[in-house]
Nanobody
Framework: QVQLVESGGGLVQAGGSLSLSCAAS????????MGWFRQAPGKEREFVAA????????YYADSVKGRFTISRDNAKNTVYLQMNSLKSGDTAVYSC?????????????????WGQGTQGTVSS
């Protein structure tokens, strides 16, 4: 099991940027596929991005492709989400998640461990 703590949320104007971080506990961080999900009020949790164990492969939802970048630093046990060109529709609680599985993991059910989430609000 891994404990996850997100940081970096906040309020930004449309067109601006936010940088999220997710710090993981434990010594086996590099053995987990990491993902970012978001949930807006009244909506289901949706996949945003995922990164493979080594960081060599990344996957994105179509809605954020070209604007968001996921990365990880296994030496620091941290995964990042850089969000640029933000839109009001990006407003949500953003959560990171860890999975012991490999592959393109877009379903929340494929992740076992979750952070508490951080709010990202984009004003128009």
């Amino acid at each position: 099991q891994v404990q996850l703590v997100e940081s970096g949320g906040g309020l930004v104007q449309a067109g601006g940027s936010l940088s999220l971080s997710c710090a993981a506990s434990g010594r086996t961080f590099s053995s987990y596929t990491m993902g970012w999900f978001r949930q807006a009020p009244g909506k289901e949790r949706e996949f945003v991005a995922a990164v493979s164990r080594s960081g060599g492969n990344t996957y994105y939802a179509d809605s954020v492709k070209g604007r968001f970048t996921i990365s990880r630093d296994n030496a620091k046990n941290t995964v990042y989400l850089q969000m640029n060109s933000l839109k009001s529709g990006d407003t949500a609680v953003y959560s990171c998640a860890a999975s012991a599985r490999v592959g393109v993991l877009r379903l929340p059910s494929t992740y076992r461990d979750w952070g508490q989430g951080t709010q990202g609000t984009v004003s128009s």
